[in-house]
């Protein structure tokens, strides 16, 4: 069975302090590694796609890593704009969520 | 509009009613998906269309009932919920199949409280 686990499940950060989210996974035959990011009330925004190991994507403060067991998302110098709750998906047969990272970034 | 749209964004229903939720996407995508964001647990994937054919049903219990009339459209039937069936229910659409390595993009959601 596909398994995603997420830590931590929640961190407060000072404006500017960078920090990382994990990401592990045990699934059979990946084909994608997905993060998104969730506002309170709304649906998962997407943020990136990551196919194999050794792939890093960036966006803004973002960037997303990948190894063969666990994903990393670096936040660098943290705004309060990107507190929220960022998922982790892994696609195999279907797709399998973590239970979220909620970050707080305080000014 | 593009995007995924989902009316109503909130919706309060007594355990005898029957409502339904819509979904709509603009983004010319094959596949539609429901799923249910509960507190403290992960997105559960209930229904899967494809091509508008249904491909996954993840056990659902029949009280939630799909309909997808065409590959825009997608609607989740509702009627006697239970007070347990409250949360946030998601669409999705991806434009491969499920099973592909294809993100998903997701609507608002509907907030739904069963009383």
């Known amino acids: 069975e596909d398994q995603v686990t997420q830590s931590p499940e929640a961190l407060r950060l000072q404006e500017g302090e960078s920090s990382s989210l994990n990401c592990s996974y045990t699934?059979?035959?990946?084909?994608?590694l997905f993060w998104y990011r969730q506002d309170p009330g709304k649906g998962p925004e997407f943020l990136f796609t990551?196919?194999?190991a050794g792939e890093e994507k960036e966006k803004e403060r973002l960037k997303a890593t990948l190894t063969k067991k666990e994903s990393f998302l670096h936040i660098t110098a943290p705004k309060p704009e990107d507190s929220a709750t960022y998922l982790c998906?892994?696609?195999?047969?279907?797709?399998?969520f973590g239970k979220g990272t909620k970050l707080s970034v305080i000014p | 509009e593009t995007g995924v749209t989902q009316t109503p964004r909130h919706l309060v229903m007594g355990m005898t009613n029957k409502k339904s939720l819509k979904c709509e996407q603009h983004?010319?995508?094959?596949?539609m998906y429901w799923y249910k964001q509960s507190a403290k647990k992960p997105l559960e994937l209930m229904f899967v269309?494809?091509?508008?054919?249904?491909?996954e049903n993840n056990s659902v219990p029949s009280r939630f009932s799909p309909e997808c009339p065409n590959s825009s459209h997608l609607f989740l039937h509702l009627h006697t919920l239970q007070p347990e069936d409250s949360a946030l229910y998601l669409c999705?659409?991806?434009?491969?199949?499920?099973?592909?390595?294809?993100?998903?993009?997701f609507g608002q959601g509907t907030r739904l409280t069963v009383v």
């Open positions: 999705a659409s991806s434009q491969d199949p499920p099973g592909t390595d294809t993100e998903a993009f």
């Open positions: 699934v059979s035959g990946l084909r994608g």
């Open positions: 990551l196919y194999s």
């Open positions: 998906a892994v696609q195999a047969g279907q797709l399998t």
């Open positions: 983004l010319g995508h094959n596949a």
């Open positions: 269309y494809s091509l508008e054919e249904r491909v």
